[in-house]
Every structure is written in structure tokens, then in C-alpha cells.
């Protein structure tokens, strides 16, 4: 636990004094957000700011994981597994985001990829890490620890679809969450820390590291993010950091209190959704007067400050209560 925190740390401090020129560089090269017309009006103003911001939480998880793991990583199959996967399940949904962030800047300004081609590589990815973690990890079982009962529940083959959906499902609500100064990074962190917790648990010492190098990478992304934001994450980040966290809950088998732990991104996710839903079938009336959920409170009055406040009292208190069923 004490090397974890040390290498939080030490990857927040990299990254911090790093920050500066990468927000310098994106200026320069015109990587900078496209408002929505029909978001919140409020939010023009952020337009051309740096958008894609997750590059530095991804690239320095990357490179202490590297540098921590290279000779473990030659030597030991079970530190493969429990870095190899969630780092490139990271990298794979950070070069998928990125795609999607570049085509917002230059082909549809504003929109990004068309969501009918992402879904079906963000399963692609989802699909070759389940399959990973069902024989590499869990060697032929679908393991699930079930709140006060003792021991896990073998769920068999039913586990590959059930991971699909939860690290692509992540991925996706961490990406909708990513909508105000502040929020992504500070949602993101608190879960990390609360799997890796959990992880000191379960003695999956590796897993312990990972998760504490992405959140020293998460604050130091929000050193540069904090109202008002000198850089957004953009979905370079924001999927990265969902489909890791999904894979994380599936490899410490506590996947069952990720929708606890990830409250406010599953929030958003489902407002965004229920949205769509109602839209559809009352013929174009709203049940929010904004989705994702975030947007619907600035629209009736709430400060972006006071939403960003807000919702990560919530997402500690669901991260306590998570680690507390863990235990149980």
C-alpha cells in the first residue's frame, strides 16, 4: 500500500509539471473543444479550449507502469495478468477515443465518430479482455463475490457477455460524466481509490499499483482542469479510464458493486438514455430538461462549481458504502 501511494505521488508530480506544455502544444496544434449547438449555453465560452487532456493521465499511467513492471512483466505470468490487461484495455479505448476526438475536431466538428462504428470496437475491446480475464486470470471460471456470502460464485460461461457489457458499458458512462470542469477526473479518482482499496483486500498487490498510478494521474489532469478548465479530458481519456475501472472491478470479482462504486457515471448514463427513450415514445417531450443528468441541473439554476461538489460527495459516500459490501 505505501509503494502505491509513493507511485501515486510520484505520478502526479510527473505529470503535473508536464501538464503545461501539453496544454501549450494542443493550443498550437488547434486541438480544441467544439460546442454542441444544443448543449447548455453557458458552455460556449469553452470553446477551442484543449480537448483532449486525457493523453496525460493515459501516457504517464503508461510510462510508471512500464518502468515499475518492466522486469516482473518478463518474469511473471500472474503480474502480466494483472497489469497487461487493464493497461491495454486502457491504451486500446485511449486510440479508439483519440480517433473519435480527432474526427470531432476535423470531420464532424462537434460530433466525433458515428456511434453505430464505436460501439462495435468498444465490444471489440470489451470482448478480447473478458476472454482474457475468464481463461488467463480466472482460468476457465466467471467468478462473482456476492455481498455476506463467504465464498465467490462460479457464473460459468455467462461471464464473457456480462464482462462485454460491463467494461464497454464503463467506458461509456465515464465518456457521458465528462461534461463539466472537474467532474470526469474527480469521479474517476475516487473509484480507483476505492478498487484499490479493495484490491489491498484481496492482496492483488499489482492491481493495488495500478489503480493508485491512475489516480495520481487523475489529480494531476485536474490540477489543469479545475473551474475554469485549462484543458478537458476528451474521450482520449474519458474511455480509457471507464473501460480500465470496469476491468479492474471484473479482475478483483467485486463487479457486482460497480454500479455503488460508479454511481454518478451510471447516473449519467442512464438519464442519457431514459432520455432518448422518452423522447422516442411520447414524440419529442423531455423528461429532463438536459441529459446527461449534470446539464438538467444547470439548466434549472445549479452553479457548474456546485454540480462538480455535489456529485463527488455522492461518489465517496457510494465508494465508502462499496468498499464496506466488499468486506462484508
Given at each position: 500500500?505505501?509503494?502505491a501511494?509513493?507511485?501515486?505521488?510520484?505520478?502526479?508530480?510527473?505529470?503535473?509539471?508536464?501538464?503545461?506544455?501539453?496544454?501549450?502544444?494542443?493550443?498550437?496544434?488547434?486541438?480544441?473543444?467544439?460546442?454542441?449547438?444544443?448543449?447548455?449555453?453557458?458552455?460556449?465560452v469553452k470553446?477551442?479550449?484543449?480537448?483532449?487532456?486525457?493523453?496525460?493521465?493515459?501516457g504517464?499511467?503508461?510510462?510508471?507502469?512500464?518502468?515499475?513492471?518492466?522486469?516482473?512483466?518478463?518474469?511473471?505470468?500472474?503480474?502480466?495478468?494483472?497489469?497487461?490487461?487493464?493497461?491495454?484495455?486502457?491504451?486500446?479505448?485511449?486510440i479508439?477515443?483519440?480517433?473519435?476526438?480527432?474526427?470531432?475536431?476535423?470531420?464532424?466538428?462537434?460530433?466525433g465518430?458515428?456511434?453505430?462504428?464505436?460501439?462495435?470496437?468498444?465490444?471489440?475491446?470489451?470482448?478480447?479482455?473478458?476472454?482474457?480475464?475468464?481463461?488467463?486470470?480466472?482460468?476457465?471460471?466467471?467468478?462473482?463475490?456476492?455481498?455476506?456470502?463467504?465464498?465467490?460464485?462460479?457464473?460459468?460461461?455467462?461471464?464473457?457477455?456480462?464482462?462485454?457489457?460491463?467494461?464497454?458499458?464503463?467506458?461509456?458512462?465515464?465518456?457521458?460524466?465528462?461534461?463539466?470542469?472537474?467532474?470526469?477526473?474527480?469521479?474517476?479518482?475516487?473509484?480507483?481509490?476505492?478498487?484499490g482499496?479493495?484490491?489491498?483486500?484481496?492482496?492483488?498487490?499489482?492491481?493495488?499499483?495500478?489503480?493508485?498510478?491512475?489516480?495520481?494521474?487523475?489529480?494531476?489532469f485536474?490540477?489543469?482542469?479545475a473551474?475554469?478548465?485549462?484543458?478537458?479530458?476528451?474521450?482520449?481519456?474519458?474511455?480509457?479510464?471507464?473501460?480500465?475501472?470496469?476491468?479492474?472491478?471484473?479482475?478483483?470479482?467485486?463487479?457486482?458493486?460497480?454500479?455503488?462504486?460508479?454511481?454518478?457515471?451510471?447516473?449519467?448514463?442512464?438519464?442519457?438514455?431514459?432520455?432518448?427513450?422518452?423522447?422516442?415514445?411520447?414524440?419529442?417531450?423531455?423528461?429532463?430538461?438536459?441529459?446527461?443528468?449534470?446539464?438538467?441541473?444547470?439548466?434549472?439554476?445549479?452553479?457548474?462549481?456546485?454540480?462538480?461538489?455535489?456529485?463527488?460527495?455522492?461518489?465517496?459516500?457510494?465508494?465508502?458504502?462499496?468498499?464496506?459490501?466488499?468486506?462484508?
Open positions: 500500500m505505501a509503494f501511494l509513493t507511485l501515486g505521488g510520484i505520478t502526479f508530480l510527473m505529470a503535473v509539471i508536464w501538464g503545461s506544455p501539453l496544454v501549450e502544444l494542443m493550443r498550437r496544434l488547434k486541438w480544441g473543444k467544439q460546442i454542441r449547438i444544443d448543449g447548455p449555453q453557458t458552455h460556449m470553446m477551442g479550449t484543449p480537448a483532449m487532456g486525457g493523453i496525460l493521465i493515459v504517464w499511467i503508461l510510462i510508471i507502469s512500464i518502468l515499475v513492471n518492466i522486469v516482473q512483466l518478463v518474469q511473471a505470468l500472474e503480474i502480466a495478468e494483472s497489469v497487461i490487461i487493464p493497461l491495454g484495455v486502457m491504451v486500446a479505448y485511449s479508439l477515443g483519440g480517433i473519435d476526438d480527432w474526427q470531432g475536431f476535423r470531420l464532424r466538428p462537434g460530433e465518430m458515428r456511434a453505430r462504428v464505436k460501439i462495435w470496437f468498444q465490444l471489440g475491446i470489451a470482448l478480447a479482455a473478458t476472454i482474457a480475464i475468464y481463461f488467463f486470470v480466472n482460468d476457465g471460471h466467471g467468478w462473482v463475490a456476492i455481498p455476506t456470502v463467504e465464498t465467490l460464485l462460479d457464473i460459468g460461461i455467462f461471464y464473457i457477455p456480462i464482462g462485454v457489457i460491463i467494461i464497454a458499458g464503463t467506458a461509456n458512462a465515464v465518456n457521458i460524466v465528462d461534461g463539466l470542469d472537474g467532474l470526469s477526473g474527480i469521479i474517476a479518482a475516487t473509484a480507483f481509490a476505492a478498487y482499496i479493495i484490491a489491498v483486500l484481496r492482496d492483488q498487490q499489482f492491481l493495488v499499483t495500478f489503480c493508485f498510478i491512475t489516480v495520481g494521474a487523475c489529480f494531476a485536474l490540477w489543469f482542469n473551474h475554469p478548465a485549462q484543458m478537458f479530458m476528451g474521450d482520449v481519456g474519458s474511455q480509457a479510464l471507464g473501460g480500465a475501472l470496469g476491468v479492474v472491478a471484473l479482475m478483483t470479482n467485486q463487479w457486482l458493486i460497480l454500479p455503488i462504486i460508479a454511481i454518478v457515471p451510471l447516473s449519467s448514463l442512464l438519464s442519457s438514455t431514459l432520455q432518448v427513450l422518452y423522447f422516442k415514445a411520447t414524440g419529442g417531450k423531455r423528461l429532463f430538461k438536459m441529459a446527461p443528468l449534470h446539464h438538467h441541473f444547470e439548466i434549472i439554476g445549479w452553479s457548474e462549481t456546485q454540480i462538480v461538489q455535489r456529485w463527488w460527495l455522492v461518489a465517496m459516500l457510494s465508494a465508502m458504502i462499496g468498499i464496506a459490501l466488499a468486506q462484508v
